[in-house]
């Protein structure tokens, strides 16, 4: 059983005799549309003595926000440790794309997890510390986009505690991403 009295996006699951019903209010369906299909499929089910599992899993996949905001920066590196004849073990650089994932059960009284607006240093410490730098002379250890994004989600977590996750591309095509697990 979930409860909560958050103003926006919660659901409250409760035991009737018939089994587990999806309690909400008028004003949060429109917020928890997504959500709520898996609700219903829930509701319906046959198997009630699962319910409390589905029910739990529900809470914490349809009722979560995210947003996300990208940030720039271009930098050079070269990868230690590949094949002699690897293209990333000679000096090269990229235009880096970075995202900050922030996460939140609840919204503030605004209707945010976080204001963009409030995000904005992020991209002045990514100026300061590895924008036209040379990665391997800043990342203690490998500069990897995985390596990178582990980095930028150690410098932006105490800054952000929404922060979910971080992905950073070197090119258009791929993307490495940092989620505690
Ligand atoms: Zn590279």
Sequence with gaps: MTESSAPYGTGCFRTTDDGYQLSVTSYQLPVIKAGFGYAQSAQRSKYAEVMPEICSLISVICFMFTITKQFHFSASHII????????????????????LILSAETLDPIGFVADYNDLKPFQALIDRELDHRHLNDVLPGATSAEALAYYLFQKAKP???????????????????????
């Design 80 to 99: 230690e440790g590949v094949p002699a004849e690897h293209p990333c073990g000679r000096l090269h650089g990229h235009n880096y794309i970075v995202e």
């Design 159 to 181: 800054l952000w505690p929404q922060l979910a996750s971080v992905r950073v591309s070197e090119t258009p095509k791929t993307w490495a991403e940092y989620r505690p697990g």
